[in-house]
């Protein structure tokens, strides 16, 4: 069923759509990453939207740089950033061009390719601290800078369809980690699932909504 879904690729209408849609939607999707010919994979449990000039913690706030100006282009690519000096972040740009807005994936449920993603993460044996967690998701499906503006219908790093079976609740929250805009109701994840980032505001719920 999993391989099916990985030809299952989501297309570039989904992408053009709103923000906060598609942050919504991608949850039960899977990230696919094509590694060694081997397909790395995580179920997307946890994702943030970032709203381009109207949202201060968005890196499309203000003007564009050298360094965000992969938000700008149309829905559909990867935009990746550096933190900490250390780590990569992967988002998923959203909307039109011009719009510079992009929903950060923040946690992965492991589904394949795991035994290559702990060799990634130095052995990690804990299948749930792999990839809770948007630099851990990063370092464990091997995705770096290289991956900044790669095209997310293509064959290399790519979002395919989920098969829902259950009823699914989504939790919505404040997103965390960042200080500008934090009040916002922009962190969605599926609820009671044991891969999402852990931090106390997993129990500050705003809302939950069905998917």
Known sequence: MLKNNFQNKIGRD??????LTVSKKLLGKYLVRKFR???LAGKIVETEA???DTDPA???FGRITPRNQTLYEEGGIAYVYFIYGNYYCFNVVTEKK??????LIRALEPVSGISIMKLNRNKIKNDADLT????KLCLSLNIDKKFNGADLTGKEIF???GVNKEKTTAVVTKRIGIVKGADLPYRFFIKGNPYITKHKLNKEI???ISL
């Open 98 to 103: 011009g719009i510079g807005a992009a929903v």
């Open 159 to 161: 979002i395919a369809g």
């Open 37 to 39: 010919n081997i397909y």
């Open 50 to 52: 970032y709203l381009g």
């Open 132 to 135: 809770n967690g948007p630099a």
């Open 206 to 208: 705003l809302s939950e």
């Open 58 to 60: 968005c890196h499309a």
């Open 14 to 19: 989904f992408y053009l759509q709103d923000t």
